[in-house]
């Protein structure tokens, strides 16, 4: 049973087009990331939700919004795609309290032409 | 400036050596400490963490990692690498009040040789 799912696995698109990565966790969390890691292998935290709240929104573009349909999903959705926004995104939860272990989906590679 | 720094880029070690990994970070004061592996294509998976208490801290797939205060470090060490730990290896802390928060050092990517 995957813990934390992230679809698509890879994406490809053009500069300009708008797309979305869909994450989905059936751990029961309540506390929900998106990290971003760059072609040097920089991770960096853009988004958290808390029971659908949004808690954590670092100097991310407003091209970037996420949007937490319930608990178990975090989604998110990049307008106006650019060249530097190509990296692997990857979804995490976690059970609310600081410092608890965050569970990391597989990643999805978003590649803007 | 707070920050999480990994001075090893690139670690190479032969099957069966130990294995030392230095994190050492830059916060006022001391954070939740973890380390973190992905594999090639993969996701990240805890190995460990630290919040207090006991120094020597026992994680899985035979990793442990001390905390020392008084070096601001958090280094990660196996006493025989097998060729599967091969992977980038991610020092992260979370600040305590910055809502579990994940910041992350740059990676130490480790190869193994056989």
């Known amino acids: 049973d995957t813990a934390v799912s992230q679809t698509p696995k890879y994406l490809v698109t053009q500069m300009g087009n708008d797309k979305s990565i869909k994450c989905e966790q059936n751990?029961?969390?309540?506390?929900m990331y998106w990290y971003k890691q760059d072609s040097k292998k920089f991770l960096k935290i853009m988004f958290s939700y808390n029971n659908k709240e949004l808690i954590i929104n670092e100097t991310v573009p407003n091209r970037f919004s996420p949007k937490s349909p319930d608990k178990a999903h975090l989604n998110l959705h990049i307008n106006s795609l650019e060249l530097g926004d190509s990296a692997v995104y990857f979804c995490a939860s976690s059970q609310g309290g600081t410092g608890n272990e965050q569970y990391f989906g597989p990643g999805t590679r978003l590649t803007v032409t | 400036a707070q920050s999480v720094t990994q001075p090893d880029i690139h670690i190479t070690v032969s099957e069966g050596a130990s294995l030392e990994l230095r994190c050492n970070y830059s916060?006022?004061?001391?954070?939740?400490l973890f380390w973190y592996v992905q594999s090639p294509g993969q996701g990240l998976q805890l190995l460990l963490k630290y919040f207090s208490g006991d120094t020597l801290v026992q994680g899985i797939k035979g990793f442990e990692a001390e905390f020392k205060r008084s070096q601001s470090s958090f280094n990660l060490r196996k006493p025989s690498v097998h060729w599967s730990d091969a992977a980038e290896y991610f020092c992260?802390?979370?600040?305590?009040?910055?809502?579990?928060?994940?910041?992350f050092g740059t990676g130490t990517r480790l190869q193994v040789t056989l």
């Open positions: 916060y006022g004061a001391t954070p939740y």
């Open positions: 751990l029961g969390h309540d506390t």
């Open positions: 992260a802390v979370v600040l305590t009040g910055t809502a579990s928060k994940l910041t």
